[in-house]
């Protein structure tokens, strides 16, 4: 196919919100002009980049969208006054969109030489969904531990997921511009950072009657490196409580992708067998003493310690036959030891994110809580 030319209208839209994306970002840029389909247009949103971004976008044949709160800098390149967040971005980019189709890509993402391909296929082929999204692939781009089991994580949840789904994923996903339009796009008010705002668009679209697919061979790589302060502090400050929020406004919680019921009832385990675990490291050296200096039975100590590291041992285990799915999915990919590394920091996932839920209805309930929460949100601000 031959690229179209700005006077044309191309098929596809490819939108991309960045913030100082670094070598990342250059990488992300270099993938999507190694596409083996040419009928699209590249639109990117700098959302006051400090690190050369924009510039590097116009390099890679971008088109710089703009917005009515940027300045200028020099003669080629606007800044914004302040961060509007992807939400903002996404919707600026899509009102001078000229494709029918809008793609949106994370700016720490490589798609594959054939993904804008099978994205406009997979419209042609279905013409009954008004959406789509796919999947990480199971190879992160960095090696570190964190951010390949935060990755793997995300990329089991969205392959074991239903394909008929009801939301939404802006890192690699796809909507008809009709049907962006249709429900105004992604709530930039409610959403100035990165948080759920594509699962609250995703919402809004199947409320409208509109089918998404989640389309589980369309993979693309994630570049992103995570550590545990980054993942903890995204998923309950950008994810945990803004969906919980999103959930209670709404009254319902959908049977898919991280609210299945397994991973439900994996949370409340997993909070038992943390808590036990901290009583047992504090309590059972104390009662140990206890029974040696005569002031505990041996009849009384023995037998409660006895009970209380086999409830812990069931709890254990209980946690591991509610996930072996995916833990038996790493241990094929990585090896045992990286499988059993994966299951503590799960357990501990499932943990701070009941612990997320306490803080939610605090955060409701509590005026004060409320605009702590929103302080610490804006300073510890981090990319999904």
């Known amino acids: 196919m031959t690229k179209t030319s700005p006077t044309e209208t191309p098929r596809l839209s490819v939108i991309i919100t960045v913030k100082n994306g670094g070598e990342s970002f250059r990488d992300c840029l270099e993938a999507i002009k190694l596409s083996n389909y040419d009928d699209y247009e590249l639109l990117v949103f700098d959302d006051g980049s400090s690190d050369g971004s924009g510039k590097l976008a116009i390099e890679y044949g971008a088109t710089l969208v703009e917005s009515q709160d940027s300045i200028k800098i020099d003669e080629t390149i606007k800044q914004f006054k302040e961060s509007i967040g992807p939400a903002g971005g996404r ?170 019921h397994r991973n439900r009832l994996s949370a409340v385990v997993s909070t038992l067998l943390v808590l036990m675990m901290i009583f047992a490291i504090i309590g059972i050296p104390l009662a140990i003493k206890d029974i040696s200096d005569g002031v505990l039975g041996h009849f009384l100590g023995i037998p409660y310690i006895a009970w209380y590291l086999g409830s812990m041992a069931v709890l254990a285990w209980s946690f591991l036959l509610l996930n072996s799915d995916f833990y038996l999915f790493l241990f094929k990919l990585r090896g045992a030891w990286f499988t059993f590394k994966s299951a503590c920091i799960h357990c501990i996932f499932f943990f701070y994110s009941m612990i997320a839920l306490v803080v939610f209805l605090a955060d409701y309930h509590i005026p004060g809580l409320r605009r702590l929460r929103k302080r610490l949100s804006i300073h510890s601000h981090v990319e999904r």
């Open 91 to 260: 919707n600026h980019a899509a009102a001078v969109a000229r494709g029918e189709i809008l793609f949106f890509v994370d700016a720490d993402v490589l798609v594959q030489p054939t993904t804008l391909s099978d994205v406009v296929t997979t419209f042609d082929e279905t013409p009954n969904i008004s959406a789509l999204f796919g999947s990480y692939d199971f190879e992160p781009g960095h090696q570190g531990f964190i951010s390949q089991f935060r990755n793997l994580l995300h990329a089991f949840v969205h392959q074991n997921s239903k394909s008929d789904a009801k939301t939404f994923w802006a890192g690699c996903g796809a909507v008809r511009k009709e049907a962006f339009l249709e429900v105004n796009g992604f709530d930039e008010q409610r959403y100035r950072f990165p948080a759920v705002e594509d699962i609250e668009f995703g919402y809004r679209l199947s409320e409208a009657g509109h089918e998404i697919l989640l389309k589980k061979s369309l993979q693309v790589k994630h570049l992103k490196y995570w550590t545990f302060s980054t993942m903890l502090v995204a998923d309950v400050l950008h994810r945990a409580i803004p969906w919980l929020r999103l959930i209670y406004s709404k009254r319902n919680i959908p049977n898919d992708l991280n609210l299945t």
